[in-house]
């Protein structure tokens, strides 16, 4: 089993910055990423990177977010830049486990945007 332990969430003006952390309790070697859900929506990916360091991300954050990796620390961070209030929700880390396999989630943290 591994834990995921998120941090960084809370509330910022439009146009600021939060740093989300997310560290696993043991090594990944799957995809880890951010996903987010805001209120009566459905949970959507925000961003992704795999242990070799490629990215993906949703167009909605696309030039605004950047997610990076910490493989020795076996933690994710997103960088959240130019917040708008459409970026407003629980934000939750994945992991991916390869060997055994297992998709795991953190617990969430909220991050909100005032206009």
């Known amino acids: 089993q591994v834990q995921l332990v998120e941090s960084g969430g809370g509330l910022v003006q439009a146009g600021g910055t939060l740093r989300l952390s997310c560290a696993a309790s043991?090594?990944?070697?799957?995809?880890m990423g951010w996903y987010r859900q805001a209120p009566g929506k459905q949970r959507e990916l925000v961003a992704a990177?795999?242990?070799?360091?490629?990215?993906n991300y949703a167009d909605s954050v696309m030039g605004r977010f950047t997610i990076t990796r910490d493989n020795a620390k076996n933690t994710v961070y997103l960088e959240m830049n130019s917040l708008k209030p459409e970026d407003i929700g629980v934000y939750y880390c994945?992991?991916?486990?390869?060997?055994?396999?297992?998709?795991?989630w953190g617990q969430g943290t909220q991050v909100t945007v005032s206009s």
């Open positions: 994945n992991a991916k486990g390869i060997v055994p396999p297992g998709d795991y």
């Open positions: 043991r090594k990944i070697f799957g995809v």
């Open positions: 990177i795999t242990r070799g360091r490629v990215t």
